[in-house]
């Protein structure tokens, strides 16, 4: 019968496997924040840079089903 096999005392409790899934989770949560992030800004940029063009309207008040602009901005 063999002797069990030591171990050096710093690597008794040393489990790698939490720590690589615990990194993994770490990094998929930067990707999604960064994603939505990102999202995000480009939609804050597309709706201050984009601007209707004017079309023509009804000027006056709206009446047997018709719609007018609520407020004009032409």
């Not at 999202?39 to 009804?58: G, R």
């Amino acid at each position: 019968m063999t002797a069990p096999a030591h171990h050096p005392a710093h690597l008794h409790d040393v489990d790698t496997r939490p720590r690589g899934t615990r990194r993994m989770v770490v990094i998929a949560a930067v990707v999604i924040v960064t994603v939505l992030f990102a999202a995000n800004a480009h939609l804050v940029y597309v709706a201050f840079s984009s601007q209707p063009d004017c079309i023509t309207h009804l000027q006056d008040a709206g009446e047997n089903g018709t719609y007018r602009a609520a407020k004009s901005a032409c």
